[in-house]
């Protein structure tokens, strides 16, 4: 047995040495599948590469330990370079003008900078073309063909001005309506699109983004401003002591322009119900004030209910009063802060 175990053996071996290229095979399994041969990466992955010439596309690359995370990096780094490259052709800074008077909110003016990050979702004519695997990382290449994308750019800014054209034309036989505002809303957002979508044609082709045109926003805002003026709120809010959120509201509601009234024959109404109760924690050491608030803005005319939102919250402290004004700057907070976003969202026709 003994002698056949030893023939087996010199004659396997004498086998391999005859063919080293299946031990070489045995030894590399023996290593792992995942090791790889060097494979040269492409040429993006380094910099600059021939088959995408700069005087034809722009490019940006990204790399992550995920496929889906190094598209992100790509076209985040896309968006990046874009912004760069805008801040330095389009200008330094815009002056931006807030169209308000004693009776809406007090005059204020502001630099906006022009290199702002673009958002991923509004890169125009931006697509992953290629990716590579090193066995580590992946890579992504985000490429822009400069030709495609100013066609694509100028259709975009065509087709906004045509729907700002609509939305200034529409409902003008109920000028001072809230319809009508939140249609100048709308066309405001529109038109704000457009003078981002024409930084960025600076970019690919300046001489075609100076030849195209879009209504300001500012022009815009003002017209939307102008009829906000005109548009009477009456404010009720049942169980407000002392008229606080009243005046919350009514502040919210003029930061957009809309004028405050107590006469309840308008046709438009804010109706709001607030409670607030102030407790003893459990352990009796911290007093505790719960507010919460309800309100719907409501249209007469239409019997209709146009807007509604609320909310709720809780203030504590060691002394009753400062638990009560805690309560009331948490109140003020959220008024002017989350319901007059809902209110913009609304205005702006997303809600």
């Not at 495609?148 to 529409?170: P, Q």
């Not at 109404?269 to 607030?274: C, D, H, P, Q, Y």
Request: aromatic share 10%.
């Amino acid at each position: 047995m003994r002698k056949v175990s030893l023939f087996v053996f010199f004659a396997i071996a004498f086998f391999l040495a005859l063919n080293p290229s299946l031990a070489h095979s045995a030894k590399k399994d023996k290593k792992g599948k995942n090791e790889q041969n060097s494979v040269r990466p492409p040429d993006w992955v380094f910099g600059k590469s021939a088959a995408y010439p700069e005087s034809r596309f722009m490019t940006a690359t990204g790399s992550a330990q995920f496929e889906k995370s190094a598209d992100s990096d790509a076209l985040t780094n896309f968006a990046s370079v874009f912004g760069q490259v805008v801040s330095s052709t389009a200008g330094a800074n815009r002056k931006m003008r807030q169209d308000t008077d004693d009776s809406v909110s007090k005059e204020s003016e502001f630099a906006q900078s022009v290199q702002v990050r673009v958002d991923e979702s509004e890169l125009i004519g931006v697509e992953i073309k290629e990716r590579f695997f090193d066995g580590k990382k992946y890579y992504s290449l985000a490429v822009m063909d400069k030709a495609e994308a100013a066609k694509l750019y100028k259709a975009a800014v065509d087709a906004n001005n045509r729907d700002i054209a609509r939305l200034e034309a529409y409902s003008k036989d109920d000028q001072f309506s809230m319809e009508r505002c939140s249609n100048l809303f709308i066309a405001q957002g529109k038109a704000e699109q457009n003078k981002r979508y024409i930084d960025r044609m600076f970019v690919i082709d300046s001489d075609e983004a100076k030849a195209m045109k879009t209504k300001s926003p500012q022009e815009l805002r003002a017209q939307r401003i102008e009829v906000a003026r005109q548009i009477p709120i009456y404010v009720h809010v049942s169980g407000d002591t002392g008229s606080f959120v009243e005046k919350e509201l009514s502040e919210m509601l003029t930061s957009f322009g809309f004028r405050f009234s107590k006469d309840s024959a308008e046709r438009y109404r804010l109706e709001a119900v607030f409670s607030m109760e102030q407790k003893l924690s459990k352990d009796k050491e911290s007093h505790q004030t719960f507010f919460s608030l309800s309100c719907a803005l409501r249209d007469s005319a239409l019997s209709a209910s146009l807007w509604s939102d609320s909310y709720k919250g809780r203030a504590s402290s060691f002394s009753q009063d400062d638990s009560l004004d805690r309560a009331k700057t948490a109140i003020e907070k959220k008024t002017q802060g989350d319901l007059a976003a809902s209110f913009e969202n609304f205005l702006r026709g997303s809600r």
